[in-house]
């Protein structure tokens, strides 16, 4: 029997009884006829636990306990939550296609030769019984999927007793005209990297079960209010139906937005972080710049702070939040962040000092030193500047249990007007990072791209053109084992054949009347009449992406054909120089011959070039153009497999009438 005066009895409007004082909870059934006895245990563990004729349930609190007086019945939390795992509430991730049969699609954007639609049965999901086992066991929280208009906030009431169990209940709103809420940022799986989902969340009015991770829990917890009214607040986990791949590509679509209208975005970094001391109304607010200068409070974790007892910025960058994707653009859209750390509120804004780290006893290096160079960004709108390739570089150490978020946690970032692609969770991974590369290449404009390509590695496993993806990004939870190659800009280029010019001692003749001053006493042009195909089309026109294979058709210049095998020449500054020479009539050594340079960081080019390859070029006006080292025989018949992008290429004639 419970008795009022030892339990938190929570009324809800129109469902819930409301006792006198004094008066004893029997546990009584409502239902007629039904007689007197102890509370039932849901013997299913579902998340709606009450029997079916409870229509007006009567929920009462007693410390971790919960029953419903009206229909007698105690939820089964134990059984829900050792039910087979694929009854959680994400989908599993589709399975790659072979190349080939890609079927390419997405992102509609892009020029794809012979795609076709997805088959509209298609769902994404390996086992269709998980899609319906996952919608029955939610469809009592998430009554209806959301449309594009709309989202879903958490409403946290107030509860003095942070050790009660958690309640909220979900508020769904349109039309753009959201009420005044925060968004958070955490990572389901904590520090711990525990994701399972076996913590209760109470919801509605019938305290429907929704799992999550610990994490979520304790967020949740902390942030609900223990005095004043009620807190709404966007959380992922809660406001997103993941079992709903449509919804839950959708809303991620919508996460821009989202975190650009909210009020301000609330980083909880873990419970070994906050204080969790009751009794202090509201925190402490300071600045970012001012962190260094923060002393420990009494109940503030002694971890966070160096041995003169002020906070350390670099032990909490370290954490396992700061390395994980999704939190990227959530601290980057945001008007402001509130961290909580300790009993304090660290705010970061636009006007938060660049040059924090500065100020710290590391020596004083720049955010590129760090393990998060994109937090300079954080707060300050800046990152529009950046393209698709340029924020995959930036962000290539962050994590993610789904590889697909590589992508996905990024296009929020980029602006609509530019073409952002929408995320579609029915892709297969491969599908996704096929659609970005090139969307990279023909949407952007960005053939930069191709400098980081898999080339002559791929052995056709993947177009030779496509990133190498496993060695750039950190797919999975795992480190990436490479670096971005940068693409030398003009004056860097200009520099490089200064240097090559002067240590060679040769006379070079490029081939491209291009970016170069034509008033350079040092260089001759040769076929200077001979038209370039940017003279008749730009190189991206009628650009396109065969659907089945991923074979990439851009408008090159055929430059010359590699005569001989590759003898590498000497090193500079990282860069390495080989030449192939090709003497013509079996001539005297000196004399009419042709030699080839070609300067690249590749430490091994000469073992990875044959004779007969032949170097393209990708001119762009006014910028120094791409060349590309192919080579015939690939599939289909006619094309071409990417063996590398070099930095430059000159040719050296001795007798400057061979054809």
């Known amino acids: 029997m419970l008795r009022l005066g030892s339990c938190l009895h929570l009324r809800r409007p129109r469902q819930c009884r409301e006792k006198k004082k004094g008066e004893v909870d029997t546990?009584?059934?409502?239902?007629?006829?039904?007689?007197?006895?102890?509370?039932?245990?849901?013997?299913?563990?579902?998340?709606?636990w009450h029997t079916e004729w409870c229509k007006k349930p009567d929920i009462v609190v007693s410390g971790a306990n919960i029953h419903c007086s009206a229909c007698n019945r105690t939820p089964n939390v134990p059984a829900m939550i050792s039910k087979p795992s694929k009854e959680g509430n994400l989908a599993p991730l589709p399975a790659d296609e072979l190349y080939g049969t890609l079927n390419l699609s997405w992102p509609p954007s892009v020029p794809y030769r012979k795609s076709a639609t997805r088959a509209t049965e298609e769902?994404?999901?390996?086992?269709?019984?998980?899609?319906?086992?996952?919608?029955?066991?939610?469809?009592?929280?998430?009554?209806?999927?959301?449309?594009?208009?709309?989202?879903?906030?958490?409403r946290l009431p107030t509860a003095k007793d942070r050790s009660a169990p958690l309640h909220l209940s979900l508020e769904v709103h349109g039309d753009q005209r959201y009420p005044e809420y925060e968004a958070t940022s955490?990572?389901?799986?904590?520090?711990?990297?525990?994701?399972?989902?076996?913590?209760?969340?109470?919801?509605?009015?019938?305290?429907?079960?929704?799992?999550?991770?610990?994490?979520?829990?304790?967020?949740?917890?902390?942030?609900?209010?223990?005095?004043?009214?009620?807190?709404?607040?966007?959380?992922?986990?809660?406001?997103?139906?993941?079992?709903?791949?449509?919804e839950r590509a959708a809303q991620v679509a919508k996460m821009g937005l989202i975190y650009r209208q909210c009020r301000r975005v609330v980083v909880f970094l873990g419970r070994d972080?906050?204080?969790?001391?009751?009794?202090?109304?509201?925190?402490?607010?300071?600045?970012l710049e001012e962190f260094g200068t923060l002393a420990t409070s009494p109940n503030s974790p002694s971890q966070l702070f160096n041995d003169d007892g002020k906070l350390n910025l670099r032990f909490l960058l370290k954490r396992r939040f700061f390395s994980r994707m999704w939190i990227i653009q959530e601290l980057l859209l945001a008007r402001q962040l509130a961290i909580l750390v300790g009993d304090f509120e660290v705010l970061v804004?636009?006007?938060?000092?660049?040059?924090?780290?500065?100020?710290?006893?590391?020596?004083?290096?720049?955010?590129?030193?760090?393990?998060t160079p994109w937090l300079q960004y954080a707060a300050q709108g800046r990152f529009f500047d950046l393209n698709v390739l340029q924020l995959l570089e930036l962000t290539a150490g962050s994590k993610c249990s789904d590889p697909r978020d590589k992508v996905f946690g990024l296009l929020g970032l980029l602006q609509s007007g530019r073409g952002a692609p929408v995320p579609d969770y029915a892709l297969s991974a491969g599908h996704v990072l096929a659609g970005i590369a090139a969307h990279c290449v023909l949407d952007v404009q960005f053939p930069e791209l191709l400098y980081n390509a898999t080339g002559a590695t791929a052995g056709g496993q993947c177009p030779s053109w496509m990133p190498a993806w496993t060695q750039l990004l950190a797919l999975g939870d795992t480190l990436p084992v490479g670096k971005w190659c940068s693409v030398p800009s003009t004056s860097e280029v200009k520099e490089i054949t200064a240097k090559f010019r002067r240590l060679s001692q040769v006379n070079l003749y490029p081939n491209i009347p291009h970016w170069s001053e034509s008033n350079d006493p040092n260089v001759a042009w040769v076929n200077r009449t001979r038209p370039m195909v940017r003279d008749?089309?730009?190189?991206?026109?009628?650009?396109?992406?065969?659907?089945?294979?991923?074979?990439?058709?851009?408008?090159?210049?055929?430059?010359?054909?590699?005569?001989?095998?590759?003898?590498?020449?000497?090193e500079f500054e990282g860069i390495r120089a080989y030449q192939a020479t090709r003497r013509v009539n079996n001539a005297r050594p000196g004399a009419d011959k042709f030699i080839m340079h070609i300067l690249s960081r590749h430490p091994a080019l000469d073992q990875l070039v044959e004779p007969l390859d032949d170097v393209f070029v990708l001119d762009r006006p006014d910028i120094p153009p791409l060349f590309l080292i192919l080579r015939s025989g690939g599939r289909p018949a006619g094309s071409f497999g990417l063996i590398t992008c070099c930095h430059h290429v000159f040719l050296e004639f001795h007798n400057p009438i061979i054809p």
């Open 27 to 48: 546990g009584r059934s409502t239902q007629p006829g039904h007689s007197h006895k102890l509370p039932q245990i849901d013997p299913e563990g579902a998340s709606r």
């Open 123 to 154: 769902t994404g999901l390996v086992d269709g019984d998980v899609g319906q086992r996952s919608e029955a066991t939610n469809n009592r929280i998430y009554t209806k999927a959301l449309t594009s208009s709309e989202i879903r906030l958490v």
């Open 186 to 246: 955490y990572t389901w799986a904590g520090e711990e990297g525990d994701g399972s989902l076996c913590w209760p969340i109470y919801v509605g009015p019938y305290w429907d079960i929704l799992l999550q991770t610990r994490n979520c829990l304790d967020m949740l917890t902390f942030l609900r209010p223990q005095w004043g009214g009620d807190r709404l607040v966007w959380v992922d986990a809660v406001c997103i139906n993941q079992a709903d791949i449509n």
């Open 273 to 287: 972080v906050v204080d969790p001391s009751p009794g202090q109304c509201y925190p402490l607010r300071r600045g």
């Open 349 to 371: 804004d636009s006007y938060t000092s660049q040059a924090l780290l500065q100020r710290q006893d590391n020596g004083g290096h720049g955010w590129e030193d760090t393990e």
């Open 536 to 570: 008749a089309m730009p190189w991206y026109d009628s650009g396109m992406v065969d659907a089945s294979t991923a074979a990439l058709t851009i408008n090159l210049t055929h430059l010359a054909t590699i005569p001989t095998k590759l003898e590498f020449d000497f």
